[in-house]
């Protein structure tokens, strides 16, 4: 069942951000009434597809993007100017059609000419498109026969392209036989091209997909803080008291109102705090974690029923810098469930080893660990001796330094918690700044962690996820609840806005960063450069695109 959701998570959160980014490149288009032909979600072969207007909706067989096939992006081939002869539909004396295929028997009964002149660009938008030509004599009658006759053609005519048809379908209707297999391609006059729009309107078409994913990321952030709610930091009541959480295993219920925190020190004091918010309980844990001379299990003494109780608390140890958590279920230093993919267990460690030294240092308690951890800032590499059943092994992890952490991630590299929360407000118009402050931290994690791929050695294109990688991330985010999926939709919407916004040909900022050329050099850079520029950096985003996939599959299976 959790891959179907996940499965259905990842087609609603792709397709969402998808289909907003390359609406914004097509909803400037239209605004500039440029040519849009086809309007896509997926590359490969068409799957669906539904006309509408001018424009085709096509779903795509592969899910690993979409595009908005915008008129005069790219080089256009023009098919007449290697086939001189065609047939065409004529209505009211304007060519509505112009068939390429002539030796097909689909459009027999059509009049096959001779192309001799033609003009079906008008780069001086002088409004007038024409073809003339000569009729073919099997098809011509006695009054055109050899006479030269210029038509004009409509600004919306077709090219229409016809395929071989199998020997099996020849039974097939006339009707059903050129449904199935024609294919249609508006013409695009200069005046319906991107290139015969002011810079202004070309830069909102280029930046119209990466501006929708920014604005996609606010509304996502918005909804998720507004269901989510905000901490009432003038409470001491629990709420949402995880089931594994050390809170709910001392016997802490949603309810309970926290009165005092206290811990033991080696000088066989205790460190107390009165609750009377939740900055009070922040204070006592900061406390507790940072000062070496607290020792042992907090007691927690609150109220339940007007009836005061008492807890013993033993916080879980959270090392998030090589993701590896304390099993609370077992007395000693025994390490809880790991993700195949991560840090400590690429190492060699393993859920259930004991830890007994760290870099030759005896660890007492998970609080020994914490601290080694803490002081690891630099992310060095560090030895651990643990032991597996009654084997004792040496195993050597590199955690991520703390400078990555305070730049690409919102926690610290280490910490200890007690898994409890205050009770939740939920407010509409708090959510609007929240939402600003999720977008800002966003854009600022994924600036850095582009800025690390280039200057970190921590940081490398293996640790780049793909649409698999992407797909793990949803999943679990949609078991969180809709909350969480809409956070991950935002996050994910930023990075796929700002990425396109990077200064490469086959992306937004490349097709920028011509514009800005044209605009400052007042001279337009070569078409086929361009072109060229575009396919080869297209072609290595689809390879690094490949790799990354292959790679997010062996973190899948755990090859790597």
């Keep these: 069942m959790d891959i179907i959701i996940g499965i259905l998570a990842f087609i609603f959160a792709l397709g969402l951000i ?13 605004r500039a009434k440029i040519l849009c032909r086809e309007f896509a979600f997926g590359m490969g072969p068409q799957l669906i597809k539904k006309k509408k207007g001018e424009t085709v909706y096509a779903l795509r067989l592969l899910p690993i993007g979409g595009f908005c096939a915008i008129a005069g992006e790219e080089e256009e081939n023009d098919p007449l100017v290697e086939t001189k002869d065609v047939k065409i539909l004529l209505e009211e004396g304007i060519i509505k059609k112009i ?3 002539i030796d097909n028997d689909l459009f027999d009964d059509l009049p096959t000419v001779t192309i001799l002149e033609y003009d079906l ?5 002088t409004g007038n498109l024409f073809i003339r030509c000569k009729y073919k004599e099997a098809n011509a009658s006695i009054e055109a026969m050899n006479e030269e006759v210029t038509y004009p053609v409509d600004p919306q005519a077709m090219f229409v392209f016809t395929k071989a048809i199998p020997a099996t379908k020849e039974n097939l209707p006339k009707e059903k036989k050129q449904k199935k297999y024609t294919t249609e391609y508006q013409i695009a006059p200069y005046n319906r091209t991107l290139n015969s729009k002011s810079k202004g309107a070309r830069a909102l078409v280029m930046f119209g997909g990466p501006l929708m994913n920014f604005i996609l990321a606010l509304v996502a952030f918005f909804f998720s803080c507004w269901l989510t709610g905000y901490s009432d930091m003038k409470s001491t009541t629990l709420y949402d008291t995880p089931e594994e959480s050390p809170a709910y295993i001392a016997g802490l219920r949603d309810g309970d109102s926290l009165q005092t925190l206290s811990a033991s020190k080696k000088d066989h004091t205790t460190y107390t705090v009165k609750v009377n918010s939740w900055n009070d309980v922040s204070i006592f844990m900061e406390e507790y974690r940072t000062d070496e001379d607290i020792v042992g299990k907090i007691t927690v003494t609150y109220l339940r029923d007007s009836t005061t109780h008492i807890a013993q608390v033993s916080p879980q140890t959270i090392i998030y810098s090589i993701s590896m958590v304390e099993d609370i279920s077992q007395d000693g230093i025994i390490i809880g469930p790991l993700a195949e993919a991560s840090k400590a267990y690429k190492a060699g460690l393993r859920e259930g080893q004991e830890i007994l030294a760290i870099d030759g240092v005896t660890m007492t308690s998970w609080k020994d660990v914490y601290h080694a951890f803490q002081r690891n800032v ?3 590499a560090m030895t651990l001796k643990v032991r597996e059943k009654e084997e004792m092994k040496e195993i050597n992890v590199t955690p991520y330094s703390k400078e990555l952490f305070d730049k690409t991630q919102s926690v610290d590299i280490v910490t200890m918690i007690m898994g409890i929360s205050p009770t939740i407000k939920h407010s509409f118009f708090k959510s609007f700044p929240d939402a600003g402050k999720m977008m800002g931290s966003s854009v600022v994690s994924m600036v850095n962690t582009l800025g690390m791929l280039f200057t970190s050695k921590e940081v490398g294109v293996d640790d780049l996820s793909g649409p698999v990688g992407i797909f793990s991330i949803v999943k679990e985010a949609a078991k969180s609840g809709f909350a969480t999926l809409l956070y991950w939709i935002g996050f994910l919407s930023v990075n796929v806005g700002l990425l396109n916004l990077l200064p490469i040909p086959a992306l937004d900022g490349g097709r920028l960063v011509f514009l800005g050329y044209e605009a400052i050099t007042k001279k337009e850079p070569s078409q ?7 396919t080869v950096t297209f072609l290595l985003l689809i390879g690094l695109m490949i790799y990354v996939s292959f790679n997010d599959i062996l973190r899948l299976i755990g090859v790597k």
């Design 378 to 380: 630099e992310g060095k």
């Design 18 to 30: 998808i289909c907003i980014h390359e609406g914004g490149h097509f909803l400037f288009a239209r």
């Design 99 to 101: 068939y390429l295929n």
């Design 121 to 125: 660009f008008d780069k001086e938008e």
């Design 528 to 534: 086929k450069v361009q072109t060229a520029l575009i």
